[in-house]
């Protein structure tokens, strides 16, 4: 290989060792959080980026008789990319399938989905209630044949299965957060601290996760 192209390699290793970080981190945020995050659409593109640049210079290095050693150790970089990034894409799916109701009738949760996975929800809440109708409420009496209430005399959709946003999670601050108001009447504050780990309602400190001050772990 020339001097060249071993410089694009190191510098494809650098970023993409920094972009694993950033999607180990998205995948931890998202598996412990009790709702769907935001879709990190630009990690995703860089990881698939990176994804292929890797798979592109391993056949690379086939070709040109690469030392054994340094071909595996991009192998490894390339299949715990490949790992993080599945993993997060699984995740997200399988808490649009078990919420895709609640997801589906909410213009903010469907704004946090990729176009994929809106299209993704809709479907599936479309084949879901399709379903439902043809092989179960259309034989039960009129009055309990909704797909989201239990009878006519529920007044919200009481058959629609939401996040529950008050379980306790385990989180790191990024950074000093100072004193912070866990409760809307300021009875519960509770000063956060860079680096330190905290037990938290998830409703408490979701605004922080979203604006990236606090990890979930």
Same mark, same amino acid.
């Given at each position: ?20 970080? $950033? ?17 990190? %659409? ?7 980026? /990176?994804?292929?640049?890797? =798979?592109?210079? $391993? !056949?690379? *290095? ?9 071909? %595996?150790?991009?192998?490894? +970089?390339?299949?715990?990319?490949? *790992? ?12 649009? =399938? ?9 213009? !903010?949760?469907? %704004?946090?989905?990729? /176009? ?33 209430? /239990? %009878? $006519? ?12 946003? +008050?379980?306790?999670? *385990?989180?790191?601050?990024?950074? !000093? ?5 866990? +409760? ?6 509770? !000063? ?17 996760? =979203? ?7």
């Amino acid at each position: 290989m020339s001097s060249w192209e071993d410089e694009d390699s190191a510098a494809a290793s650098a970023a993409a060792t920094t972009d694993v970080e $950033l999607l180990k981190r998205a995948w931890r945020n998202e598996k412990a959080a009790p709702e769907i995050l935001h879709f990190d %659409s630009a990690l995703v593109s860089r990881a698939r980026e /990176q994804i292929q640049l890797l =798979e592109e210079t $391993l !056949d690379d *290095f086939t070709d040109n008789g690469v030392d054994d050693l340094v071909v %595996s150790l991009y192998q490894m +970089d390339l299949d715990r990319t490949l *790992f993080l990034l599945r993993s997060y894409l699984r995740l997200r799916l399988q808490k649009i =399938e078990k919420y895709m109701s609640h997801i589906a009738n909410s213009e !903010d949760l469907l %704004s946090r989905l990729s /176009q994929q996975e809106q299209r993704f929800a809709k479907s599936c809440k479309e084949i879901m209630e399709k379903h439902l109708e043809q092989s179960v409420l259309s034989k039960l009496p009129y009055g309990y044949d909704s797909v989201t209430r /239990q %009878s $006519l005399s529920s007044t919200e959709d009481d058959m629609v299965p939401e996040p529950q946003l +008050d379980t306790f999670v *385990f989180c790191k601050t990024k950074s !000093d957060v100072g004193a912070f108001q866990l +409760d809307d009447v300021g009875e519960e504050v509770v !000063d956060l601290v860079a680096d330190d780990l905290y037990v938290l309602r998830y409703k408490s400190i979701k605004g922080l996760v =979203e604006a990236g001050r606090i990890d979930l772990i």
